[in-house]
T-cell receptor, first 113, second 114 residues
């Protein structure tokens, strides 16, 4: 499976935007970029995913570099409830690995009041 | 719509004792997963079911771990006997059949082996 690289931790202030980076230099043309997050004492939850174009939903935005070797998850106004571990995961839409999620260590986001 | 339900939420057992975790997936979800998450790490897949068939159990330690999904709905993960290193969070997840579908996780079962 293609790997992703994320910073171990990031800090933000409440009500400010947060940009969480992810590098995936070995991404293949059929890999989707997925983001999940895990709140304290909870299971992971889906945030957003994309292939080539930038994506928006009610939770976040996903900005994908033109060469697809990196992406950024954007939380437009961080709240205390956004404090979590954020995982950037590649899923090959054609391969057998597409049926599962392979997690790294993710980025621990701390939101300061 | 109810989410993935797991029980028990917390369990403390002595080493060498057995333990079982139960999972009820989201209604209509054919695919069920069991993941294990060690402290400070991301979850790791133990087993994946498509309906009642285990289609990926390559990471399941079969000497002490077993799982079943009778009738293709609920699932049970068992550890017998438990070891200290089995202390972790055991996460159940489910998704609709087919590749690439969103995977939904339960809150997890926290196991401490003493």
């Amino acid at each position: 499976d293609a790997k992703t690289t994320q910073p171990n931790s990031m800090e933000s202030n409440e009500e400010e935007p947060v940009h969480l980076p992810c590098n995936h230099s070995t991404i293949s043309g059929t890999d989707y970029i997925h983001w999940y997050r895990q709140l304290p004492s909870q299971g992971p939850e889906y945030v957003i995913h994309g292939l080539t174009s930038n994506v928006n939903n009610r939770m976040a935005s996903l900005a994908i570099a033109e060469d697809r070797k990196s992406s950024t998850l954007i939380l437009h106004r961080a709240t205390l409830r956004d404090a979590a571990v954020y995982y950037c995961i590649l899923r090959d839409r054609n391969g057998g690995s597409n049926y599962k999620l392979t997690f790294g260590k993710g980025t621990l986001l701390t939101v300061n009041p | 719509e109810a989410g993935v339900v797991q029980s028990p939420r917390y369990k403390i057992i002595e080493k060498k004792q057995p333990v079982a975790f139960w999972c009820n997936p989201i209604s209509g979800h054919n695919t069920l997963y069991w993941y294990r998450q060690n402290l400070g790490q991301g979850p790791e897949l133990l087993i994946r079911y498509e309906n009642e068939e285990a289609v990926d159990d390559s990471q399941l330690p079969k000497d002490r771990f077993s799982a079943e999904r009778l009738k293709g709905v609920d699932s049970t993960l068992k550890i017998q006997p438990a070891e200290l290193g089995d202390s972790a969070v055991y996460l159940c997840a489910s998704s609709r059949g087919g590749s690439g579908n969103t995977i939904y996780f339960g809150e997890g079962s926290w196991l401490t082996v003493v």
